[in-house]
């Protein structure tokens, strides 16, 4: 595994590291590996495919109006 020294490295984040590390119960270089990955591993988000699905899922056929009376009736069909 590779090494990693940080310089110069803020008083305040470093604190704000140690209080993250505790509350995860991890180490501090487990915390500094972990924000890290978490960082630079998050994929970029293409928008319009993203609505294209909201879109898609949000489609209702024409003959399911979900309805109280429905909901009801699906509800007790499945009970025994």
């Not at 305040?12 to 501090?28: G, T």
């Not at 609505?51 to 056929?61: E, K, Q």
């Amino acid at each position: 595994m590779a090494s990693l020294t940080i310089k110069n490295l803020p008083l305040s984040l470093l604190q704000r590291l140690r209080r993250r590390a505790a509350a995860n119960r991890r180490s501090l270089n487990l915390e500094v590996i972990a924000s890290l990955e978490s960082t630079v591993g998050a994929t970029l988000v293409d928008a319009e495919t993203l609505l294209a699905r909201a879109h898609a899922v949000r489609i209702v056929p024409r003959r399911l109006r979900l309805t109280d009376r429905t909901l009801t009736a699906m509800k007790a069909a499945g009970r025994p």
